[in-house]
């Protein structure tokens, strides 16, 4: 499995467990006001980054791009910045709002890099040669 693709799974893994330990927090103190935050957690953290993990994985020839390593960063960097800002927004903390709004265009960018690495012309997948006829 490529690097990358094994980066992104740890990196689900990790948002995958601050979003469960946010859901049991609003379950045990009753309070659902920081429910965006989780579901940012949970759907950009965890669930995009395996998607993106997957794809690499299934195209190690992309995985190996620079590109990819780079949108690998900057993809991370705005959701680890935007879901504790949110977090403490809706707690609140208006003040928080701009870094929310800035690490939205980061986390953004990352995903409009992703489609590019998507929809670029390089072959996705090593193709495999049926084996000789004997």
């Known amino acids: ?3 990358l693709a094994n ?8 948002f995958l467990i601050i979003g469960i330990g946010m859901g049991l927090k609003m379950a045990i103190t009753e309070d659902h006001s920081v429910i965006g935050a989780h579901a940012h957690t949970n759907l950009l953290g965890w669930v995009t980054s395996a998607i993106f993990g997957g794809y ?5 020839r992309k995985a190996e791009r620079r590109l990819a390593m780079i949108q690998y960063y900057i993809y991370t960097a705005g959701v680890a910045i935007m879901v504790p800002a949110l977090y403490l927004m809706l707690l609140g903390n208006m ?3 701009p870094i929310v709004g800035l690490a939205s265009i980061v986390t953004f960018i990352g995903v409009l890099l992703f489609a590019f690495i998507i929809f670029s012309g390089e072959q996705a997948a090593t193709t495999v040669s049926p084996a000789p006829s004997r």
């Open 95 to 97: 003040a928080m709002e």
């Open 56 to 60: 690499y994985a299934l195209n190690p």
């Open 7 to 14: 980066l992104y799974f740890k990196t689900a893994i990790i």
């Open 1 to 3: 499995m490529p690097r």
